[in-house]
């Protein structure tokens, strides 16, 4: 009997482990530091996610750039497009002081930059913000990476995640989106090419779609998560992986 007790103690304990979703850091560790930067990327590796979340745009001299917006005023101050303006001026300006003076001088990354930062075992999303011009450049960035096997890609448009895969065979990748009713049309597609599963706005994940998207051999990914109740609440569901601002207090409290 004592046997069998530690048999299914040991049990539970692997079943809790595989229970356990992915933690994504969005856009790194950006609750606390300035978004999209290796300050931010840095900290969230230190607070135990298991990935790193960025957005890419491709610059007017042909390199990706790791930042969010289309422009740089909002996490910079200053106005410039990236399909209009050279990395070299795109990278002389301040992308940390508007979150705090301690980062003054952090600079607009790089996507060589981010993926370096990654520590064996960790994955760097990449989520793709332009258009497809930037697959040419990526390809190459790629295939000098020495760490490709850590790499996943995301994208809202459903022509560039298929080039993606198209490209990256070997790599996940996941369709975006905030629409249930695209999912809801979509997800058969996605199989169909597939693609490793979806990645979705937290508010229109239901049981339902979970079980659909389950049934077609799809992973249902959740952006983005600070409230530790949705975040069980996906966890229940079966939701694969958690993109959050907040990694440690997410990790926290689902342990």
């Not at 978004?35 to 007017?60: F, H, P």
């Not at 303006?85 to 996507?111: C, H, M």
């Amino acid at each position: 009997m004592k046997y069998l007790f530690s048999v299914l103690l040991i049990a539970l304990s692997c079943f809790a482990v595989k229970a356990q979703p992915t933690i994504i850091a969005h856009r790194g560790s950006s609750f606390t530091a300035p978004e999209n930067t290796v300050a931010s990327a840095k900290l969230a590796w230190e607070q135990n996610a298991d990935a790193v979340e960025c957005d890419i745009y491709l610059s007017k001299d042909n390199r990706i750039m790791v930042m969010h917006d289309g422009t740089t005023k909002r996490t910079t101050g200053e106005t410039y497009k990236f399909p209009e303006t050279n990395s070299d001026v795109l990278r002389n300006l301040d992308a940390g002081s508007w979150k705090d003076q301690k980062y003054k001088g952090e600079k607009i990354p790089f996507l060589e930059e981010i993926i370096a930062t990654a520590p064996k075992g960790k994955k760097i999303v990449i989520e793709i913000k332009c258009g497809p011009e930037v697959f040419p450049v990526l390809k190459e960035v790629v295939s000098k990476c020495k760490k490709k096997k850590q790499l996943i890609f995301i994208a809202f448009d459903w022509q560039n995640i298929l080039i993606a895969k198209k490209m990256f065979p070997k790599n996940a990748c996941y369709w975006l989106s905030s629409s249930a009713a695209d999912v809801q049309a979509k997800l058969p597609e996605v199989a169909k090419n597939r693609l490793e599963g979806v990645n979705l706005n937290n508010r229109i994940i239901d049981e339902g779609t979970v079980k659909k998207a389950k049934d077609l051999g799809l992973e249902v990914l959740a952006w983005t998560v600070d409230d530790l109740q949705e975040a069980k609440r996906l966890v229940q569901l079966g939701v694969t992986a958690i993109t959050t601002n907040r990694p440690d207090l997410i990790r926290e409290s689902l342990q």
